[in-house]
């Protein structure tokens, strides 16, 4: 059953609960069970780690903003918790020491447990560094076992934008999909501990959008095919 959550309400709820347990989990002093973000009542939940991973994406929440998504912390909807598929096999990260790019977007895990990419997937790079965008997009974590792990997949009905570690156990990775009416931003919070995730929908819905606009701001760097 969807859940209907006001981040605004649930901070206020929170309180110095949650100050404190965000204070904490920025100063690096707290041992890796603590750092997870808990509730007033000492509780991990799926709505703290939204709370705490948004805080972190300023740069894509002001770009939906600008869109007519209301601030990061208004209302979004849960939906439903969905397993990983696994789908697993050898590979290590082919942009580790290729001077590939695309390598400084990745994303290293906080204690070293591997690295997640969310455009290599997307993005195509020529011999000339030219870029261009291919139809699926993919969240990968090359596991430092030399281990390669698909946690998302989506077709050309969405993509991944960005993504960030929220702590050792937990990604957010936002996004959009595209729905008959248009376009909403979408969040996934990843558990690699427990091999699901769960899914939140903005109650915004936009018909027209440039679907690569903001990996072309983020990206910016990079040289675009035409």
Not at 68 to 77: T, V, W, Y
Not at 180 to 193: L, N, R, T
């Amino acid at each position: 059953m969807c859940q209907n959550i006001n981040l605004r309400q649930f901070y206020t709820k929170a309180g110095i609960g949650y100050l404190l347990a965000f204070m904490m989990s920025c100063s690096g002093s707290v041992k890796e069970e603590e750092s997870v973000v808990s509730d007033a009542h000492g509780e991990v939940t799926y709505e703290t780690l939204f709370v705490k991973g948004m805080m972190q994406l300023d740069a894509w929440t002001s770009y939906w903003e600008a869109l007519g998504m209301n601030d990061k912390l208004s209302a979004f909807e849960q939906q439903e918790k969905i397993g990983l598929e696994s789908h697993e096999r050898p590979e290590v990260n082919p942009l580790e020491e290729s001077g590939h790019p695309l390598r400084v977007f990745q994303i290293d895990h906080p204690s070293g447990l591997g690295t997640v990419d969310i455009y290599h997937y997307k993005l195509y790079v020529d011999d000339e560094d030219a870029v261009s965008f291919q139809p699926d997009s993919e969240v990968t974590f090359y596991r430092e076992n030399g281990m390669r792990e698909r946690l998302l997949f989506m077709g050309p009905s969405g993509m991944f934008e960005d993504a960030v570690w929220i702590d050792n156990t937990h990604l957010i990775v936002v996004g959009y999909f595209e729905h008959e009416d248009g376009f909403s931003p979408m969040v996934w919070i990843v558990d690699i501990k427990n091999s699901e995730y769960q899914l939140f929908e903005s109650d915004l819905v936009i018909s027209d959008l440039d679907r690569h606009g903001y990996l072309k701001r983020k990206l910016s760097g990079l040289e675009f095919a035409s």
